[in-house]
């Protein structure tokens, strides 16, 4: 998906170029804008563009001949991943009742100074005081809840977590704050369950805990989001 602000004019005057201001310019729909658009097509598939749907709310083109062009971001998914860092023309070859079939291909790389590069995140965690770290990842760290000192429920918050009815809190770097809690069960396993909801689920283990814990905690977010 692109923001309209992304969107940069097609100024590029190459072998393309004469069929887009002819589709661009046609007052009607007949064949010989139909055989124009099956030339346009045979010329994007030569130079290596590749076709796609797309509707026009993410691609800002909605018209047949439509055109502009896009710097890919380096961590770029989906259709276009194959042209990170490049910029490119993208083309609408059809039209419908809501999606479009688009055809991109790179017109050269993108400007340093226009390069997007996804920032690695800094996650930070919250005072843990006197429990013992017996998980850390680079996200994620689980305490054995030894000590007396208060794990806030989120950050500047009075209410704290339990301590007399866990072992063990996972806390997350994105959020500084906790989002599960385990306690020991026989043959050592765990019973944990997201803060704040009283579902219980078992692990085998920290690591089997706190990944299912963490993607539990991502889909019951997006879940409160939308």
Known sequence: MFDPSDK????????????????????????????ILCQLEK?????????????????HLTRV????????????????????????????????????????????????????????????????GDHEVVYLGRRYMVIQAKGEFPINLYQNSDEVIDLDYCDMIMLDGKECGPIATFK????????????????LETFLDIRDAVKKMAKKNEQFRSHILN
Not at 12 to 33: A, F, G, T
Not at 43 to 59: D, E, I
């Open 65 to 128: 001949g439509d055109s502009c062009l896009y710097d890919i971001p380096t961590y770029r998914k989906g259709a276009l991943a194959g042209f990170r860092g490049q910029r490119i023309r993208v083309v609408c070859m059809s039209s419908g009742r809501y999606d479009r079939l688009l055809m991109a291909g790179a017109v050269g790389e993108t400007p340093k100074n226009k390069l997007k590069i996804k920032e690695r995140p800094v996650f930070v965690f919250p005072e843990i």
């Open 184 to 199: 020991h069960e026989s043959g050592n396993k765990l019973i944990g369950k997201l803060v704040g909801l009283k579902f």
């Open 43 to 59: 010329l994007l598939k030569k130079k290596k563009y590749v076709s796609f749907v797309g509707h026009p709310s993410r691609y």
């Open 8 to 35: 940069i004019k097609d100024n590029i005057k190459d072998d393309v170029w004469p069929y887009l201001i002819h589709l661009n310019s046609r007052k009607n729909w007949n064949s010989e804008s139909k055989e």
